[in-house]
């Protein structure tokens, strides 16, 4: 059973980086056709997508924030980081990591999701 955790400050100032790690365990992060996201959820609003790192150390980005957005991964801790620049209050939410088989379109691996605030 994979499980993911996330990690990060809780509160963030606005203009500055926010970043978050997700810690994987029970299985590896460059396991063959497997991907590793990054969701967030504003209050009130719905879940939106950020971006992803697959098996390979690719990568790709939500447009709105791809110029903003930055994840990486460290194999030797099964870890894999969103950084998120320029922060404001908008960048408010839920911020999740979670997991799912390339050719999957459900994720079968979710962080229980680390609130980030930013704000002054």
């Known amino acids: 059973q994979v499980q993911l955790q996330e990690s990060g400050p809780g509160l963030v100032k606005p203009s500055q980086t926010l970043s978050l790690t997700c810690t994987v365990s029970g299985g590896s992060i460059t396991t063959n056709f497997y991907a590793w996201t990054w969701i967030r959820q504003p209050p009130g609003k719905g879940l939106e997508w950020m971006g992803v790192i697959a098996y390979d150390g690719s990568t790709s980005y939500s447009p709105s924030l791809k110029s903003r957005t930055s994840i990486s991964r460290d194999t030797s801790k099964n870890q894999f980081s969103l950084q998120l620049s320029s922060v404001t209050p908008e960048d408010t939410a839920v911020y999740y990591c979670?997991?799912?088989?390339?050719?999957?379109?459900?994720?079968?691996?979710w962080g229980q999701g680390t609130q980030v605030t930013v704000s002054s």
């Open positions: 979670a997991g799912r088989r390339t050719d999957q379109r459900d994720y079968d691996s």
